[in-house]
């Protein structure tokens, strides 16, 4: 289909009990999706699913390009270097000298990381910049559809704000699709014109809710509208985002 990008159809994945069943979804060209739902829902597994490290039990997803995922543990190799992590992907796929120079400097710079920062090892760099390295290890492999997995969670405001404004900036320069799932709904309706909110375990999809055009206060009104109400009727569950 013209314009689209990835396609979940009527999936089911169950592990000891039902995690998310018949979910349908999908993502268009140079959008920025969001996932909400509720804690322990099943959104990572969803993700995962999407980038084929999961296979549903039912249902098919339908991906029409190269996918990147970035956890929301940044999943980076302690021993080495910022630079080293970012490098690494391409490293394994041949490429030497001044090509492998080159793109990991063009995505370090596009996600607003320093020299001096992709000389540090993991441990020495702070959330936001270890965020950042984790974005641009999965960019430097040139994705075409980018999947985000709580990319604000655990950062300042500061770190917050400049994560964002590397995304948009990406955005900007790159042909990407995103899906991002976040329990930050102020950061994410920043950034995504469109969201599907999802029930507690076993996720279902309770609502698409599309809020472009809306101003943030609007958009955040109406999401957790849309949460208040499947919460309010799913009892014990009145911890709603965490
Ligand atoms: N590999 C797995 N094996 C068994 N259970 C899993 C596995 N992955 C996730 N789960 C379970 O699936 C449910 C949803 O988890 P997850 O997708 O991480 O939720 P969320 O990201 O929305 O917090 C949880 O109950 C979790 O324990
Ligand atoms: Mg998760």
Redesign the pocket.
């Known amino acids: 289909m013209a314009g689209m990008m990835l396609r979940v159809s009527s999936v089911h994945k169950s ?2 009990e039902p ?1 998310l069943t018949d979910i349908s979804l999908h993502l268009k060209e140079r959008e920025v999706l969001g996932l909400v ?10 993700l995962r699913i999407m980038a084929g490290l999961e296979t549903p039990d039912r249902g098919d997803v339908k991906v029409m390009g190269k996918v990147g995922i970035v956890f929301q543990e940044d999943r980076l190799l302690p021993w080495k270097t910022l630079w080293e992590n970012i490098a690494l992907g391409l490293k394994y796929r041949g490429l030497r000298g001044e090509e492998l120079i080159g793109k990991v400097k063009e995505y370090s710079e596009m996600v607003g990381l320093s020299k001096s920062d992709l000389a540090l090892h993991p441990r020495k760099a702070s959330g936001g910049t270890r965020r950042k390295a984790a974005l641009a290890r999965a960019l430097v492999l040139e994705p075409e559809i980018l999947l985000l ?1 709580e990319p604000f969670t655990g950062l300042d405001v500061k770190a917050r704000i400049s994560l964002r404004e590397a995304l948009r900036l990406i955005w900007s320069e790159y042909e990407l699709s995103t899906v991002i ?1 976040s329990h930050q709904l102020e950061e994410l309706l920043l950034l995504t014109g469109r969201v599907y909110v999802l029930t507690p ?1 076993p ?1 279902r999809i309770a609502e698409e809710i599309s809020v472009e055009g809306m101003d943030l206060k609007s958009r955040l009104d109406r999401v957790k509208e849309a949460l208040y109400h499947i919460l309010s009727r799913t009892p014990g569950s009145e911890e709603p985002l965490s």
């Open positions: 592990f000891s995690v739902g509720p804690n322990g829902c099943g959104k990572t597994t969803l997995d799932v375990k996720a």
